[in-house]
């Protein structure tokens, strides 16, 4: 009897043990921004002001798919390739590309002339934008829409962008 129980109960642990879901390890996945923003007035360099002011000579350029030409219209990334391009710094025209140029930012320490990327996913790049500034106001982009062209806006305040960022690049490494 003692044997007929043990061959019914070991066979019981053992479907629980394979049952029970294996101990989680710490995963190193990008912390959850917080809610409000945490950024502080960034201090740019020179360089980097005279870039985004040249980016904010095309406010008002219509947006064209695949453009590079404030003559016939640019994309997102097209518009960030032209205007680093002018100051001598390379990147590709196309945003996935250019997410993967320069080096990693953190959002909270982005700076004027920095690139931020947006999309669902760091595989997904569906967008991309020059900082022009970060203050206590959050992150404000100079950008080309589909919908407005080059415009400037405060992308950390807006309903539609806000939710698409992922992170930024620094393609200008001047300080």
Request: glycine residues 8%; charged residues 20%.
């Amino acid at each position: 009897m003692n044997t007929a129980r043990l061959l019914l109960v070991i066979p019981t642990i053992l479907f629980a043990i394979a049952c029970t879901p294996p101990k989680s390890s710490p995963k190193s996945s990008p912390k959850p921004r917080p809610k409000s923003a945490p950024y502080t007035e960034a201090v740019a360099t020179p360089f980097r002001t005279k870039v985004v002011e040249y980016g904010k000579k095309f406010v008002g350029t219509t947006y064209k798919y695949a453009g590079q030409s404030p003559k016939t219209g640019f994309d997102c990334s097209g518009f960030t390739s032209y205007v680093l391009k002018e100051f001598g710094v390379m990147a590709s025209p196309a945003s996935n590309i250019q997410a993967t140029e320069g080096r990693y930012v953190a959002l909270e320490k982005v700076m004027p002339g920095d690139l931020i990327f947006f999309g669902e996913s760091k595989n997904k790049i569906s967008h991309v934008a020059l900082v022009v500034k970060r203050g206590s106001g959050g992150i404000i982009c100079v950008h080309s829409t589909t919908s407005r062209g080059v415009i400037v806006e405060n992308v950390t305040q807006s309903a539609y962008w806000k939710p698409k960022i992922l992170f930024a690049r620094d393609v200008i490494s001047d300080d």
